[in-house]
């Protein structure tokens, strides 16, 4: 059956089950078409729509085609709220929610000193910070591309001064996080090469600024995102 907006999709040895997760209602991006394609068809099998069969199924392909109209053109349209001015930001208002997006996974000396540094360098403020953090990782460190593999940990990324957009977005998180920035990782698309025909997944971090909401930065190509990503 479907299951619904954002709910979990289930799996059993002779069903699969719809699962629709639509691009719209994040508030920055909005689907003007979508076509969703599969061998088997999963999606079209009756009433419940759900493919059952004890035939064993060898290969699962989806094609999903989608027509994206991006509503945010201006990466900057805020005003941060007096408590986000100033790092460490004060989530008092918000704790619960930002409680997650604050804690280390792998909290190091190297980068908490590393990301202080930068915060007494632009006087603890909180978008000097981002940007400076932001340009810096795009600058001085080497850009490299992984089809696979998890995320190099942020010590190493930070040591090594190399990375995948992955591991740029790790540091960038922890970084923000040390500093007291709710920050989270974000994986889709860039616009890119207009002129190529494919798109290679793309990963960012994204960061709660009370007053703003979620705002992305993209330390691969060294800036703020709006239009562009999706």
């Not at 403020?125 to 953090?133: C, E, K, Q, S, Y």
């Not at 923000?176 to 698309?189: D, H």
């Amino acid at each position: 059956p479907d299951v619904g907006n954002g709910a979990d999709c289930g799996e059993s040895r002779s069903s699969f089950q719809r699962c629709w997760l639509p691009v719209s209602g994040f508030g920055v991006h909005g689907t003007v078409a979508e076509r969703v394609n599969s061998s088997p068809n999963l999606l079209d099998v009756g009433e419940m729509g759900v493919y059952s069969s004890y035939t064993k199924i060898d290969q699962l392909e989806i094609d999903v085609t989608m027509e994206v109209e991006t509503l945010r053109h201006n990466a900057f349209d805020f005003l941060l709220a007096p408590e986000a001015a100033v790092l460490p930001i004060n989530h008092e208002h918000d704790v619960i929610c930002a409680r997650a997006y604050l804690e280390r996974i792998e909290p190091d000396d190297a980068v908490t000193a590393f990301a202080a540094e930068l915060s007494l360098a632009v006087n603890r403020d909180t978008l000097r910070f981002l940007n400076d953090l932001n340009r810096q990782l795009f600058a001085d460190y080497f850009h490299v591309h992984r089809d696979t593999g998890a995320p190099q940990s942020p010590a190493y990324t930070l040591q090594s001064r190399r990375g995948a957009c992955r591991d740029l977005a790790v540091l960038f998180v922890d970084c923000c996080r040390s500093e007291g920035i709710a920050a989270r990782f974000a994986s889709g698309y860039q616009r890119g090469d207009v002129q190529s025909e494919r798109r290679h997944l793309h990963a960012w971090p994204e960061v709660y600024l009370p007053g703003a909401g979620w705002r992305g930065f993209d330390p691969t190509h060294g800036v703020a995102t709006a239009d562009t990503h999706v």
